[in-house]
């Protein structure tokens, strides 16, 4: 029996029609290459944004990035088919436009991070953010299996305010 051609499955590191990595793949190569061991953790809710987006407005560099960050995320999320959704990092719920949801972004614990990763939780997982940090964490350690040895610390305890 012979295979046909092109039957082969792209490797995880690439997508299908390109020749590029996978931004996610290539996301967590950089973030592990560049954190040096530690992580940060910043939860955004939806009652966070106001406050995200007015320090951004205020030119407060680390709200710039975070707004870039959720901007871009926003994007991929609500460019997503109907068909093939994008889902929260921790159960299969499909994130969609009119759907309320959460951010757990993942920084390098450095002066100035230069990478990221942001992961959205649904809010079927959770709303408070004990719970939003929780299904993140969950989520990090099956996607990234030697985060085990590497702490992750929460910067924001409180909420996701830049």
Request: with cysteine; proline share 9%; glycine share 6%.
């Amino acid at each position: 029996m012979t295979k046909r051609a092109g039957s082969r499955r792209a490797p995880p590191s690439t997508r299908r029609g390109t020749a590029g990595p996978n931004p996610f793949i290539a996301a967590v190569r950089n973030i592990r290459s560049e954190s040096g061991g530690l992580l940060d953790l910043l939860i955004v809710r939806p009652v966070d944004l106001p406050y995200v987006i007015a320090e951004a407005v205020a030119g407060t560099p680390d709200a710039v990035m975070l707004m870039i960050a959720l901007d871009d995320t926003v994007k991929r999320i609500t460019a997503a088919s109907y068909r093939a959704p994008m889902s929260c990092c921790s159960c299969p719920q499909p994130l969609l436009p009119e759907n309320f949801y959460s951010f757990a972004v993942v920084l390098t614990s450095c002066e100035s991070p230069t990478n990221g990763l942001v992961l959205a939780v649904c809010a079927s997982c959770g709303t408070a953010i004990e719970d939003i940090r929780s299904k993140a964490v969950s989520a990090l350690h099956k996607i990234w299996p030697d985060l085990s040895s590497r702490p992750i610390e929460v910067t924001h305890p409180t909420g996701g305010r830049a």
